[in-house]
């Protein structure tokens, strides 16, 4: 489905664990702000009092703590409380929405990498949030060492309960990504994760040039 707006647009910062998604969420909507739009940054899982309550039971805890499916089913009942409490609203202001993290992080990391299935994913998606999608999905790549490293850097070693899974999982939800941007291509760009942050922002906004046209 389309999310009812007046003029905003909603876009989704997608990637792996220390792609730098967070602080360009930051930058960007920063940038977004000086051409004069009205944006608000959200992320998931959160972004909303009873999704920030569900965030708690999936980041703490043991590694084990939530069966695969069990996840996928928090993370869609966070994710509809998000879309009806928050993002809609704001759409329907007309203001332009800057989310964190969206369905595309469920497709990878439960659908392909906790082998959910992407099929079962997008039925939770429909039945939660009517299936909403965002009009641009940017997904920031880096190569999986220089990931870890920033993401080891931020985390001094001490990673979330889903964050702290091998490197195998990683690779996989990289991969993942990767496939849904060649599968969607005019939804879905992958953006160059490398270099200093202010050429990782002019990237993002150069993925953006159509909406804000
Ligand atoms: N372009 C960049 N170059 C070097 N370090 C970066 C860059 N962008 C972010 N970082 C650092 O990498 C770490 C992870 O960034 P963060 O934005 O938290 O990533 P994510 O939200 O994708 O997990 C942070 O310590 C951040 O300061
Ligand atoms: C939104 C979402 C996040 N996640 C995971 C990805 C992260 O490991 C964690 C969110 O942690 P967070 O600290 O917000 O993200 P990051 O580590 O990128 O800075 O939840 C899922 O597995 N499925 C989802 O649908």
């Not at 876009?11 to 969420?25: D, M, R, W």
């Not at 909303?48 to 009942?77: C, H, M, N, V």
Request: some cysteine; proline content about 3%.
């Amino acid at each position: 489905m389309t999310l009812r707006r007046a003029q905003g647009c909603f876009i989704s910062l997608e990637g792996g664990e220390g792609v730098g998604k967070s602080t360009q969420a930051g930058r960007l909507t920063d940038a977004l702000r000086a051409r004069g739009l009205d944006v608000l940054l959200t992320r998931e899982p959160g972004g909303s009092p009873g999704a920030e309550a569900i965030r708690q039971l999936l980041l703490e805890g043991a590694g084990d703590r939530w069966t695969p499916g069990a996840e996928a089913l928090l993370f869609a009942a966070a994710r509809a409380d998000h879309v009806t409490k928050t993002i809609e609203p704001a759409l329907e202001a007309g203001r332009w929405v800057l989310c964190d993290r969206f369905l595309d992080s469920s497709r990878a990391y439960q659908g392909v990498a906790g082998e959910v299935g992407d099929a079962a994913i997008q039925n939770l998606h429909q039945i939660g949030s009517d299936g909403a999608l965002p009009d641009r999905t940017l997904v920031l790549m880096l190569s999986d060492e220089d990931a870890a490293a920033r993401a080891h850097a931020r985390d001094e070693g001490c990673p979330d309960r889903i964050g702290g899974r091998d490197a195998k999982f990683h690779a996989a939800v990289a991969q993942a990504f990767r496939d849904f941007a060649r599968d969607d291509p005019a939804r879905i760009r992958l953006i160059d994760a490398s270099g200093d942050e202010e050429a990782v922002t002019e990237r993002l906004l150069a993925a953006l040039s159509d909406l804000l046209s």
